[in-house]
């Protein structure tokens, strides 16, 4: 199975400024025959169930604000939230889908400082 | 709008079963994979099963293996997971969720199981 590990676990960062969260694989997510990272990002906000933000480790799904991005390659990855808003309070979590069984990251908590 | 919406969740004791449902709106399961994942109270989230559309392919995590069962009605556009001889360590909040192969892009609200005795 392909381990998943976030972080850090938590992360409080100020209003306007910049949150980063990183994961890696155990082993490479990158695909030889289509040079795509099957690397996704999910937000759990409080009480409500995942949402998916972005898929093939950078391409955000629509309705998602372009502050976030995802970027990385093979082993390690990273969501970047680049000016925090009061309605990005959640837990972020990477998932991989590159092969079954589906695994994700612990999760990582962001809170406003 | 697409939508999932789960059902069937309840409390039941130590080696019993349940079996949920997903009723999925504006799509048709028989053309996406379908996931379940669960998040125990306070906890992560753990992938236990998928489906391909038409049913040929079915995966199961190592620690649902021969107890849960994944299976759907394309007349009711609904998928099932039974789940057989819970156990504690099954109680999770169960969403059903659509997949583009294994990118889950559609989450529904969940469905709560407590196996308790």
């Known amino acids: 199975d392909i381990v998943m590990t976030q972080s850090p676990d938590s992360l409080a960062v100020s209003l306007g400024e910049r949150a980063t969260i990183n994961c890696k694989s155990s082993q490479s997510l990158l695909s030889t025959s289509n040079n795509q990272n099957y690397l996704a990002w999910h937000q759990q906000k409080p009480g409500q169930p995942p949402k998916l933000l972005i898929s093939?480790?950078?391409t955000r799904e629509s309705g998602v604000p372009d502050r976030f991005s995802g970027s990385g390659s093979g082993t390690d990855f990273t969501l970047i939230i680049s000016s925090l808003q009061a309605e990005d309070v959640a837990v972020y979590y990477c998932?991989?889908?590159?092969?079954?069984?589906?695994?994700f990251g612990q999760g990582t908590r962001l809170e406003i400082k | 709008e697409v939508q999932l919406v789960e059902s069937g969740g309840g409390l039941v004791q130590p080696g019993g079963s349940l079996r949920l449902s997903c009723a999925a709106s504006?799509?048709?399961?028989?053309?996406?994979?379908m996931h379940w994942v669960r998040q125990a109270p306070g906890k992560g989230l753990v992938w236990v099963s998928c489906m391909n559309g038409d049913g040929s392919i079915k995966h199961y995590a190592d620690s649902v293996k021969g107890r849960f069962t994944v299976s759907r009605d394309n007349a009711k556009n609904t998928m099932y997971l039974q789940m057989n001889n819970l156990r504690a360590e099954d109680t999770a909040i169960y969403y059903c969720?659509?997949?583009?192969?294994?990118?889950?892009?559609?989450w529904g609200q969940g469905t709560t199981v407590t196996v308790s005795s």
């Open positions: 998932q991989q889908h590159f092969s079954e069984p589906i695994t």
């Open positions: 504006a799509f048709s399961l028989n053309n996406y994979w």
């Open positions: 969720i659509r997949g583009a192969g294994y990118i889950l892009d559609v």
């Open positions: 093939w480790a950078s």
